[in-house]
């Protein structure tokens, strides 16, 4: 078992960083896992999983001699600096424990990383763990571009003020998260931030509504909306936004 925790501080040097607890439960039990020849590896010899920009994300994966004979894993290939690998020797020749963090300083992306375990059995030689790690911006969007199809503009009594459509803003982890200000090149939209509160203006996700302040010209209109964060590796998102009014 592994778990991470999120810790903040008071300290400049170190404002936050990542706790992480690991443990190992062994038992008399068959232990449970994909069988990879004379192994039983828990629960997976595949290990993916996402973590925010700047922050790290753990794991633990089991490895058990399935057979009566010891087996002994002599030697480990990291196979990268994507995680930081370490071998545990829980019952030399029966259990061991194989333990990884992810860096926080890789950039956005897929990481792949494939960690190699030499041992003394003639049937499996080596035993191969692959580890992904799939890093995300610390702040994200959701939807990636607005479209806003057949706004009616030519009825002279036609209303387009109760259209509107949603934006989303998320922080990948904890809490902290506040839009500093949201502006666009197109003058007819009124975006609103329907998350905003004075007593506490940080959070984890914000809400943006998107409308408009009058009826757009008649024709096809492409901008963008601006939104300014907190968030030091995110300071700027910008939305794409298309609006076909007839």
Known sequence: MSKTAEVYTNDPQKEQFTLTVSMVVLSDMTPQGKIVGPFIVGPNNQWSAR??????????????????????????????????????????????????????????????????????????????????????????????????????????????????????????????????????DLPFLKIKNESSNDSNPTTQTIVLRVGFNEKPPVGTHSGKIKIETNNADVKVIEVPIKIVAK
């Not at 790690?133 to 706004?151: D, G, K, T």
């Open 51 to 184: 973590s925010p920009r700047g922050m790290s994300t753990n794991g633990l994966i089991s490895i058990s001699n399935n057979t009566a004979e010891a087996i002994k894993i002599t030697q480990m290939n990291p196979g990268g600096e994507a995680f930081n690998v370490k071998l545990q020797t829980l019952e030399e020749g029966k259990r061991y424990a194989l333990e990884f963090l992810s860096s926080p300083t890789l950039p956005a992306g897929s990481h792949v990383q494939t960690v190699k375990l030499a041992t003394d059995s003639k049937q499996m030689p080596e035993l191969t763990v692959d580890l992904q790690i799939v890093v995300v911006p610390a702040v994200s969007v959701n939807p990636a571009n607005l479209v806003f199809e057949n706004v009616p503009v030519s009825d002279p009594e036609g209303d387009v003020t109760y259209l509107s459509k949603f934006v989303w803003v998320k922080l990948a982890r904890g809490n902290g998260l506040e839009v500093k200000s949201i502006t666009s």
